[in-house]
């Protein structure tokens, strides 16, 4: 069964809303998650590095004021996408690792379609 | 420099033959951990294999096993006995940096596309 849970699947949202994506840590705890973004036939590319309790990390060329990342326990990040454009249409995906780090589970993804 | 290099875009294998995707690495971690995903049409990333730096073995698992050449930084994923279900993109990946602060990057990912 899951171990990382991401809601909702799909959401299309009106360009200039906000929108927030929820990642959840099933029967774990999980003290540092990780927000990814994946445009077609592409690879994952870090956005940033949740930390529980503390500001997020984020790689360079990601907007933290466009995507604002909240990991306030230890089983909950969000990403929220503000002001949304079309542009930011992709499918976004959140990890957490279980202690020690040798596996790391993915959560199902969502789609954001910005109209 | 990319931190994990996969080459092969796109591959063909027959069902019930044995298919290797290639995956070389660069870090200067001493300790690192390397994996690789599945991730078929419908996006989920569903995990395959963990190899870490220390691991004497090749890691197994099923159908699948990895093989580390640490000299090398290659951790080639090899697909025993395919089946027409392994069609899907895979991705190798890796986790570096210290305690607390580690991060896993992803190569551009392989095409497996199993012919029955």
């Known amino acids: 069964g899951a171990v990382v849970s991401q809601h909702p699947s799909r959401v299309i949202c009106k360009s200039g809303t906000s929108v927030k994506i929820e990642c959840r840590s099933l029967?774990?705890?999980?003290?540092?998650m990780f927000w990814y973004r994946q445009f077609p036939k592409q690879s994952l590319m870090l956005m940033a590095t949740s930390n529980e309790g503390s500001k997020a990390t984020y790689e360079q060329g990601v907007e933290k004021d466009k995507f604002l990342i909240n990991h306030a326990s230890l089983t909950l990040s969000t990403l929220t996408v503000t002001s949304a454009h079309p542009e930011d249409s992709s499918f976004y995906i959140c990890?957490?690792?279980?202690?020690?780090?040798?596996?790391?589970?993915f959560g199902e993804g969502s789609w954001l379609t910005v109209v | 420099a990319q931190k994990i290099t996969q080459t092969q875009p796109g591959m063909f294998v027959q069902e019930k033959e044995a298919v290797t995707l290639d995956c070389t690495y660069d870090t200067s971690d001493p300790s690192y951990g390397l994996f690789w995903y599945k991730q078929p049409s419908s996006g989920e990333m569903i995990f395959l294999i963990y190899?870490?730096?220390?691991?004497?073995q090749n890691a197994t698992e099923g159908r699948y096993s990895l093989n580390f050449q640490k000299a090398r930084k290659s951790a080639n994923l090899v697909i025993s006995a395919s089946q027409l279900g392994d069609s899907a993109m895979y991705f190798c990946a890796m986790r570096e940096g210290p305690k607390g602060y580690q991060k896993v990057t992803f190569g551009t990912g392989t095409k497996l596309q199993v012919i029955p």
């Open positions: 029967d774990f705890q999980a003290t540092t």
């Open positions: 190899q870490g730096s220390y691991d004497q």
């Open positions: 990890s957490a690792s279980i202690p020690p780090g040798n596996t790391i589970y």
